[in-house]
């Protein structure tokens, strides 16, 4: 719920967690689509917690949804880097650079999976 995840922001704006949550919420909101502010709260959570890869792909997803390609493999490689090992870095990684055509990009990321 939004207005809970505000709430938290407002009352916590140290907690990366709550930044995170609330960026993802905007981003997958039926009622509410605010791109800018979903971006700015996932770099808040990059700010407080930049040893967090998941905070990364969901910063790169946001990026990826304004058309920031540069920024958004940045920090999809930044995620990954945090996570070399993580399936789920490695899977989203490598289905970024698919989606986006950086085929030979794509493919040391999908190695690296089946290994």
Do not use: C
Not at 23 to 33: D, M
Not at 36 to 61: F, I, K, V
Not at 64 to 82: I, Y
């Amino acid at each position: 719920e939004l207005e809970k995840l505000e709430w938290a922001v407002r009352l916590a704006p140290a907690q990366a967690d709550y930044h995170n949550r609330l960026g993802r919420a905007l981003i997958y909101s039926v009622t509410v689509f605010e791109m800018n502010r979903a971006t700015e709260q996932l770099e808040a959570a990059t700010r407080l917690s930049p040893r967090t890869g998941q905070y990364w792909m969901d910063l790169a997803l946001a990026y990826e949804m304004q058309q920031r390609p540069a920024d958004a493999a940045a920090a999809m490689e930044r995620a990954v880097a945090l996570r070399p090992h993580g399936v789920d870095a490695l899977w989203t990684a490598g289905n970024y650079f698919l989606r986006t055509r950086q085929i030979q990009r794509s493919l040391p990321y999908f190695r690296q999976l089946l290994e």
